[in-house]
């Protein structure tokens, strides 16, 4: 097996940890959640029919985006030891952080998926090899993200943006597009039905006072 | 703080900007793979036209043959076989013709889907379409789609090399070609090489849309560039054909089993730099794949169905204007269909040896891989009568 497949499966596996920490939290105490963090890598471990649990995810989501992953980690994080560290915690529940980070993954989301099923002739796709001058928007828009990141102190965001550009030049995924290493659909799915709630919850609240006033 | 996490970010972005405005210019097409006619006397050959099967029949059914030359001057086949399409004992089997006897030996399986999934570290669930080349460093390259869910739609190209004409490859390796959980990307056309021994790689997308692409690899196999040469839902498994370093023509399946239903082709003049918008073209095409190869007078062979509907014909097609029209050479099969049997002549490929001989390897009603071999002689005859 490859160098590359083996950080696949990790990341495939880190994704099974905070799906198991995400379905038991609410009915376990926080402290029960590493024995349920243990279990899951227990079960990571023993091979099914010859293939681990990260290999059955990994071959449904190939390789996760490196921002899916340092979100991943940092949902465990949280989840485990996080109240031990203020300063991430802050960061980690801070509203107007995930509101950014929604907001992003949804628009480039919703800009490449539609188009690279084949809606059009033009594949945003190929911007992220580089190599067409339209390649340009594509960097220009994640610079310009990331510098409205530092003017809003949008860190979380911004990390998520500097790890995806460094990892993409260290090339740790076999992959010589920018875009496997910024977005992948999960994030994207997450993203899109995170602002569909919230905007749901917002419509709900604001039913009743335009009421009142009507 | 703020203004080092500003010099941060330029300084993580710059090299990305400078990356995206160095404009790398399109190598050019090599012309390997264009079929040589050579001068021949009026009594140096007779015409020779040979058929046999290239499969044993180990195999309840059998499909998608492709053929690649040798270094001892033979060819290699590759085929998929199994119960039936898509079947989960499916496995890609090779044979060798020996030029001098015109046998096939040495028939076997080559990729077995346990044995791939666990080399891939992955969930097998079939596996589909091999294609394959011969690259400037004279190693072999087998290509073929594997799928861990769902129908053909969910295909991811797979791909090994060997340095010893197909006796030992590589553990395969996966291409990274869509942001879709890497979904949907499949082969059928046969690669070619591009003069700095990159490799240009025909592939074509069947999920939600169904269009022709044309991805660009290094000569390592990593995907430099990706190509639409169409939208919507109407075209599959391109074949590109080039006449000069910057010249080539690619001919796609029509894939909307219209009644009308014709192939569709797009150039380029730049290297690939821009395709033409693609056009419909006077052959009919009943949602099938197709084969060609280039001649080096310029002319372009075609090995079609040559009719809007069912596969039960399967004709070699010969155009002496780059395409602009077609003369029919040859009739490989024509069978009629009965209620009780529909005759399947499909997904053929064409390939020239290096003693001169044309070779067309195709699906013979999912029972059989059939070979047909016939002399320079002998196509220029028919050329001849076709005028």
């Not at chain 2, 000569?219 to 639409?228: A, F, N, P, Q, Y």
């Not at chain 2, 040859?330 to 049997?341: C, D, G, L, R």
């Amino acid at each position: 097996m490859m160098m590359e497949t083996g950080i696949g499966i990790l990341a495939a596996t880190l994704l099974w940890l905070a799906l198991l920490v995400k379905l038991t939290r609410r009915w376990l105490p926080r402290k029960l959640l590493v024995v349920v963090l243990l279990v899951g890598l227990a079960i990571a471990l023993v091979p099914f029919n010859r293939l681990h649990v990260g290999g059955y995810i990994f071959s449904l989501t190939s390789y996760l985006s490196v921002s899916s992953v340092m979100l991943l980690l940092g949902f465990l994080f949280a989840n485990l030891v996080g109240e031990h560290w203020r300063g991430f915690n802050s960061l980690w529940q801070s509203r107007q952080q995930w509101t950014a980070i929604l907001i992003f993954f949804a628009i480039a989301g919703l800009f490449l998926y539609p188009m690279t099923a084949g809606l059009t002739l033009f594949d945003p796709y190929r911007l992220g090899y580089l190599g067409t001058p339209l390649s340009v928007a594509l960097v220009v828009y994640l610079f310009g993200w990331a510098l409205l990141c530092v003017v809003k102190r949008w860190y979380l965001l911004l990390l998520l943006l500097l790890m995806s550009v460094i990892v993409y030049y260290l090339k740790w995924l076999p992959s010589l597009n920018l875009w496997d290493y910024v977005i992948d659909p999960l994030v994207v799915i997450y993203s899109i039905f995170s602002l569909l709630k919230s905007g749901g919850c917002w419509l709900l609240r604001r039913e009743p006072s335009t009421q009142q006033v009507s | 703080m703020r203004l080092a996490l500003f010099l941060l970010v330029a300084v993580a972005f710059l090299p990305l900007l400078l990356k995206s405005l160095t404009e790398s210019p399109s190598p050019s097409f090599s012309l390997n793979q264009v079929g040589q006619l050579v001068e021949l006397s009026a009594d140096e050959l007779s015409q020779e036209y040979r058929q046999q099967f290239a499969s044993s029949g180990v195999t309840r059914e059998v499909h998608s043959a492709v053929m690649v030359k040798l270094g001892n001057g033979n060819l290699r086949a590759f085929w998929y076989g199994g119960a039936r399409e898509g079947a989960k004992d499916v496995s890609i089997y090779t044979a060798e013709l020996d030029l001098q006897s015109n046998e096939w030996l040495d028939e076997r399986v080559l990729v077995e889907r346990h044995a791939t999934a666990q080399q891939l570290g992955i969930y097998l669930r079939k596996i589909g379409n091999p294609v394959t080349f011969r690259d400037g460093d004279e190693r072999l390259w087998l290509f073929f789609v594997s799928v861990s869910v769902g129908g053909w739609a969910g295909s991811t190209i797979n791909f090994m090399i060997s340095d010893d004409d197909g006796q030992s490859w590589t553990t395969p390796k996966r291409l990274i070609a869509s942001p879709i959980f890497n979904l949907s990307t499949l082969v059928k056309g046969e690669p070619f090489l591009y003069t700095d021994g990159s490799i240009g790689l025909p592939v074509y997308h069947e999920m939600i849309g169904k269009f022709g692409e044309l991805i660009h690899l290094s000569s390592s196999g990593e995907v430099l560039d990706k190509v639409r040469l169409m939208s919507g839902r109407v075209s599959l498994q391109p074949i590109v054909l080039p006449s000069s370093g910057q010249h080539a023509r690619i001919y796609m399946r029509n894939a909307t089993d219209a009644p009308d239903s014709t192939l569709f082709e797009t150039w380029t003049t730049d290297a690939g730099e821009n395709w033409a918008s693609v056009v419909r073209n006077d052959l009919p095409n009943p949602n099938a794949a197709i084969t060609g190869l280039r001649l080096d007078d310029g002319g372009l062979l075609l090995v079609i169905n040559n009719q809007h509907d069912k596969r039960n014909n399967l004709s070699l097609m010969h155009s002496v204007d780059d395409g602009d029209s077609w003369q029919l050479l040859y009739q490989f099969e024509q069978e009629e269909n009965t209620p009780e049997f529909e005759h399947q002549f499909a997904y053929p490929s064409l390939r020239q040896s290096s003693d001169g001989d044309f070779h067309v390897v195709y699906t013979w009603n999912k029972e059989r891989i059939k070979h047909i071999r016939f002399n320079q002689r002998w196509l220029q005859q028919r050329m001849e009568e076709a005028l």
